[in-house]
T-cell receptor
Framework: GAVVSQHPSRVICKSGTSVKIECRSL??????MFWYRQFPKQSLMLMAT?????????EQGVEKDKFLINHASLTLSTLTVTSAHPEDSSFYIC???????????FGPGTRLTVL | DAKTTQPNSMESNEEEPVHLPCNHS???????IHWYRQLPSQGPEYVIH???SNVNNRMASLAIAEDRKSSTLILHRATLRDAAVYYC??????????FGAGTTVTVRA
């Protein structure tokens, strides 16, 4: 199947700093990518839809100024957690699809720990 | 969003089949039925999807009821590597996946 990578896989940062997470589709182009967050023992929660060349659309309750999304190319989307706080500590996962109607391929996830 | 209902957990013995049920009584005519699974500390993995007809692939089979209000994921011979949380999700026109609690599958050696 298609491959989606994320970088970094794990990051620890101090409270108040910003952290950038990259999501890349390695062998296909994706006009749309999705960002999820998963807290321990919970299911994935969709945060936002990243659209290549246009603004991301955020789910209700997700602060767009805190979670900045940039989808600059058909193979790369980035999620920046600005002014991170301990409550932002979570497992962040991205997904991408080769096209509408196709299955989604997920990245391996990024474990963020804010001290 | 159309919702799905799955059992919280299911146990199986290695080499035996596993039948994972999913109810989706409010499914609309254009919703696809998708199944994903997630191992601990990993991103979800696509398993299978279908619309109306039963589907088979190298990982599993998907049996869809005639009225489409329920479906069953079938793992033909469970292995220890199949232990995961399995999510049944309806994919609508907005192509967003809404994850529920899923079914935690345990495989006994």
């Amino acid at each position: 199947g298609a491959v989606v990578s994320q970088h970094p896989s794990r990051v620890i940062c101090k409270s108040g700093t910003s952290v950038k997470i990259e999501c890349r589709s390695l062998d296909f182009q994706a006009t749309t990518m999705f960002w999820y967050r998963q807290f321990p023992k919970q299911s994935l929660m969709l945060m936002a839809t990243s659209n290549e060349g246009s603004k991301a659309t955020y789910e209700q309750g997700v602060e767009k100024d805190k979670f900045l999304i940039n989808h600059a190319s058909l193979t790369l989307s980035t999620l920046t957690v600005t002014s991170a706080h301990p409550e932002d500590s979570s497992f962040y996962i991205c997904s991408a699809s080769p096209g509408r109607g196709h299955e989604q391929f997920f990245g391996p996830g990024t474990r963020l720990t804010v001290l | 969003d159309a919702k799905t209902t799955q059992p919280n957990s299911m146990e199986s013995n290695e080499e035996e089949p596993v039948h994972l049920p999913c109810n989706h009584s409010t499914i609309s005519g254009t919703d696809y039925i998708h199944w994903y699974r997630q191992l601990p500390s990993q991103g979800p993995e696509y398993v299978i999807h279908g619309l109306t007809s039963n589907v088979n692939n190298r990982m599993a089979s998907l049996a869809i009821a005639e009225d489409r209000k329920s479906s069953t994921l079938i793992l033909h011979r469970a292995t220890l590597r199949d232990a995961a949380v399995y999510y049944c999700i309806l994919l609508s026109n907005d192509y967003k996946l809404s994850f529920g609690a899923g079914t935690t599958v345990t495989v006994r050696a």
